[in-house]
């Protein structure tokens, strides 16, 4: 007892001290509601994978990433957030509370973890240019380019999707391949996670600039391990789901770039022509 006790305490401390002290390397983190101390609780992780931070708002730094099933000890909340132990590994740290099932809480479901500062831009799949006006059917895309493995995986997820919700397959689009690879690279080299590039703009002023003609257009970012993490969790997130099943949409362009911080930076675009 006295070492679960003393294990408990230097975690209490530990925890308020990441979260007392702002994160100088972190801009623009929201303020960390009151720390509620609660008995140690077991948990189980439900999500495939599922980001450990620094502080309970998903702009602190990741420090490890949990699996489906692992058993954590809950012993502190903020907010939303659970502070959480991880025997196996020994990782401290802050997780969404929608993402732990407590034994007894009959209201938690399964869901995928939610990507690292996932934004929605407001109406990201109704700016329009109506330029081309050639039907979708008539429009042949460019296939001289390779496709790397992990963006045909990325696309065969998606078309699987939208076949299973009776949509039509998304194609490759050449320029558009151009410039979501062009953003998933801008991501990591300006080292942020946004809709908004300081490079190029919005989605849709980075397409006109590169000449990509649309109708209407849309845009998901993720940072994950894993381009199946990436769009499970794509799938469980309201907007951009709609995007994966928007049946405007008729071609796409992906960009998927190793990241230090994530593991994965993906992009994806969407244009109906």
Known sequence: MKKKLILLIVLTLVITSLWGIPNLGMQGVEAATTFQKVNFVDGEVTSCYLNVRQGPSSKYHIVCVLEKGDKVKIFGKIGSWYAIYEPKSGCVGAVSSKYIKVPGNSTQTPAQNK????????????????????PPATQTPSTEFKVSEEEQELLNLINKAR?????????????????????????????????????????????????????????????????????????????????????????????????????????????GK
């Open 115 to 134: 990507t690292p500062a996932q934004t929605q831009q407001p109406k990201q799949n109704t700016t329009q240019q109506p330029k081309q006006e050639t």
């Open 163 to 271: 076949a299973d919700a009776g949509l039509q397959p998304l194609q490759f689009d050449k320029e558009l391949m151009e410039v979501a690879r062009l953003k998933a690279k801008d991501m990591v080299d300006k080292n942020y996670f946004s809709h908004q590039s300081p490079t190029y703009g919005s989605p849709f002023d980075m397409m006109r600039q590169f000449d990509v003609e649309f109708k209407t257009a849309g845009e998901n970012i993720a940072g994950n391990r894993t381009v199946e993490g990436a769009f499970q969790a794509w799938m469980n997130s309201e907007g951009h789901r709609k995007n994966i099943l928007n049946g405007k949409f008729n071609y796409t362009g992906i960009g998927i770039v190793e990241s230090k911080s994530y593991g994965l930076i993906l992009v994806q675009m969407f244009i």
